[in-house]
């Protein structure tokens, strides 16, 4: 059984910091495509970024120099390291993981967490 748990979200203030975690169990880990999403209230769920079995990332461009998506294979764990944060990364973050980039960044993969909350106030 995959399981997908994040942790790590909070409450900030703008310009703050938080780092992201998601904990995965039951799968071969390296060899999944890793990403981070957020559904903002009343908006759809957007891609934060992603990473793949190579180390390769991307980033949406409203996060792009802020965040650092990474993972550690040994820990079996993905990070989203969020800095600058801004009133509008209000959000409920969700890793996700899938052995295909295209379902992955379509945001169908097979596997989600139950997503973290992460508030930034002005």
């Known amino acids: 059984q995959v399981q997908l748990v994040e942790s790590g979200g909070g409450s900030v203030q703008a310009g703050g910091s938080l780092r992201l975690s998601c904990a995965r169990s039951?799968?071969?880990?390296?060899?999944?495509?890793m990403g981070w999403f957020r559904r903002a209230p009343g908006k759809e769920r957007e891609r934060v970024a992603d990473i793949g079995s190579d180390g390769r990332t991307t980033y949406a461009d409203s996060v792009k120099g802020r965040f650092t998506i990474s993972k550690d294979n040994t820990q079996n764990t993905l990070y989203l390291q969020m800095n600058s944060l801004k009133p509008e990364d209000t959000a409920m973050y969700y890793c996700?993981?899938?052995?295909?980039?295209?379902?992955?960044?379509?945001?169908?993969?097979?596997?989600w967490g139950q997503g973290t909350q992460v508030t930034v106030s002005s």
């Open positions: 996700a993981a899938d052995p295909l980039l295209s379902k992955l960044r379509a945001g169908t993969s097979r596997y």
């Open positions: 039951g799968y071969t880990y390296s060899n999944y495509y």
